[in-house]
């Protein structure tokens, strides 16, 4: 069973910076696909950044240009550099793992960690 280990984020001002961290139980190149997503009470997940097993990257519209998604594969760590953060930003933030085989596809996620920019 593959394990995600989130850790970074709690309460931050409008306008500072934020690390995110997400440790994964296998190698990186186990994956399809990595990433981070967000969820607000009462609203669905939505994408935040995703990172591929070959790199290609992939943001929101509402995160580009403030946030980076980088990985460090000996730590078989996902990473989620946030800047310029907004109180929109508040959320809980959780790291995905994802393969497919054939007939199968194998969706992993975090616990969950919150994020709050204060204004």
């Known amino acids: 069973q593959v394990q995600l280990v989130e850790s970074g984020g709690g309460w931050v001002q409008d306008g500072g910076s934020a690390t995110l961290y997400c440790t994964a139980s296998?190698?990186?190149?186990?994956?399809?696909?990595m990433g981070w997503y967000r969820q607000i009470p009462g609203k669905q997940r939505e994408l935040v950044a995703t990172?591929?097993?070959?790199?290609?990257?992939n943001y929101a519209d509402s995160v580009k240009g403030r946030f980076t998604i980088s990985r460090d594969i000996v730590k078989r760590t996902v990473y989620l550099q946030m800047n310029s953060l907004k109180p929109e930003d508040t959320a809980v933030y959780y790291c995905?793992?994802?393969?497919?085989?054939?007939?199968?596809?194998?969706?992993?996620w975090g616990q969950g960690t919150q994020v709050t920019v204060s204004s």
């Open positions: 990172i591929t097993s070959g790199g290609k990257i």
């Open positions: 995905n793992a994802f393969y497919e085989r054939p007939g199968t596809i194998y969706d992993y």
């Open positions: 296998e190698s990186l190149f186990s994956f399809n696909n």
